[in-house]
């Protein structure tokens, strides 16, 4: 499976079995494994594509720093949405036991997103750096950890 022009960032695995990868030349690339064949070549962003995830119900979501822009692919009717705007989170994004998402900004928070009503639900502060890894431990624990070298614990 050779088929980008840059640097792959992600890969995931889609519950039918096919590969998602995802490259520095802002695509994103649903491969059917067993034939070692793309099935969708999906120009994401005009900008590198800096989270990255799969749905359970297959859709793809995939936000680019550069844009502030989360784009979910809807792969079973084949087009991009834009679902979310003014989004500055970076590394990680995460998808919360109940539908919500969890995203790492730039000003140290985490921010927990309402992917229906699209709006801020719940802001998270207490790091000084970067937040770089985040965990939803269980339904009402979320732990975080950062550049600062600490963990927080919270939802």
Request: glycine share 6%; proline share 1%.
């Given at each position: 499976?050779?088929?980008?022009?840059?640097?792959?960032?992600?890969?995931?695995?889609?519950?039918?079995?096919?590969?998602?990868?995802?490259?520095?030349?802002n695509?994103?690339?649903?491969?059917?494994?067993?034939?070692?064949?793309?099935?969708?070549?999906?120009?994401?962003?005009?900008?590198?594509?800096?989270?990255?995830?799969?749905?359970?119900?297959?859709?793809?979501?995939?936000?680019?720093?550069?844009?502030?822009?989360?784009?979910?692919?809807?792969?079973?009717?084949?087009?991009?949405?834009?679902?979310?705007?003014?989004?500055?989170?970076?590394?990680?994004?995460?998808?919360?036991?109940?539908?919500?998402?969890?995203?790492?900004?730039?000003?140290?928070?985490?921010?927990?997103?309402?992917?229906?009503s699209?709006k801020?639900?719940?802001?998270?502060?207490?790091?000084?750096?970067?937040?770089?890894?985040?965990?939803?431990?269980?339904?009402?624990?979320?732990?975080?950890?950062?550049?600062?070298?600490?963990?927080?614990?919270?939802?």
């Amino acid at each position: 499976m050779h088929d980008h022009v840059n640097t792959i960032l992600f890969l995931s695995k889609m519950k039918n079995g096919d590969l998602v990868s995802v490259s520095r030349d802002n695509r994103i690339k649903i491969w059917n494994y067993e034939l070692s064949s793309v099935k969708t070549n999906i120009k994401a962003h005009d900008n590198e594509i800096t989270s990255f995830l799969v749905l359970e119900n297959g859709d793809i979501l995939s936000h680019s720093n550069k844009e502030y822009k989360l784009k979910q692919w809807k792969t079973n009717e084949g087009f991009m949405d834009e679902i979310l705007t003014d989004t500055r989170w970076g590394k990680p994004l995460i998808k919360l036991s109940d539908g919500d998402l969890a995203g790492a900004y730039p000003d140290f928070s985490i921010k927990i997103w309402n992917l229906q009503s699209s709006k801020i639900k719940k802001e998270l502060f207490g790091h000084t750096s970067h937040v770089q890894a985040l965990l939803q431990f269980d339904t009402d624990t979320l732990i975080s950890g950062s550049s600062d070298r600490s963990e927080k614990f919270g939802i």
